[in-house]
């Protein structure tokens, strides 16, 4: 049987309200394909999506974050928007890069 052709890299947005849980899916989804081999929460304010100083001191996203995995052989990248309304404009932004938007309600 052939195998099935790689495709290029691909790269999702995840967008969706705020707190609707887009930086703890994003930390699952970088656990599940072995990128981190732990895998944090926005309480403890340890997730690789809110890594900065303000989004951990705040427990809410503060900017766009962009993490890079691998799953089934193929090279995916995950942008994380923050869901705030006063930082829509991260979000509009990221979608016009990315191939599929998941919207995370
Ligand atoms: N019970 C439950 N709590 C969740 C789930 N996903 C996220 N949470 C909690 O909901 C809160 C918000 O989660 P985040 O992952 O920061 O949500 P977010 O959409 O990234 O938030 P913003 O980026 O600030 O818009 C945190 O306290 C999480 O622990 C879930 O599936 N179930
Ligand atoms: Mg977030």
């Given at each position: 049987?052939?195998?099935k052709?790689?495709?290029?890299p691909?790269?999702?947005?995840?967008?969706?309200?705020?707190?609707?849980?887009?930086?703890?899916?994003?930390?699952?989804l970088?656990?599940?394909?072995g990128?981190?081999?732990?895998?944090?929460?926005?309480?403890?304010?340890?997730?690789?999506?809110?890594?900065?100083?303000?989004?951990?001191?705040?427990?809410?996203?503060?900017?766009?974050?962009t993490?890079?995995?691998?799953?089934?052989?193929?090279?995916?990248?995950?942008?994380?928007?923050?869901?705030?309304?006063?930082?829509?404009?991260?979000?509009q932004?990221?979608?016009l890069?990315?191939?599929?938007?998941?919207?995370?309600?």
């Open positions: 049987m052939a195998e052709a790689k495709s290029g691909r790269c999702v947005a995840l967008v969706g309200p705020y707190l609707s849980g887009k930086t703890t899916l994003m930390e699952q970088l656990f599940t394909s990128a981190i081999n732990r895998r944090g929460s926005v309480r403890e304010g340890n997730t690789v999506g809110d890594h900065s100083v303000e989004a951990r001191a705040r427990q809410m996203s503060t900017e766009l974050s993490t890079s995995t691998e799953y089934l052989g193929e090279s995916w990248t995950i942008l994380d928007c923050p869901g705030s309304i006063e930082l829509a404009h991260e979000a932004t990221a979608v890069a990315a191939d599929v938007a998941v919207v995370v309600a």
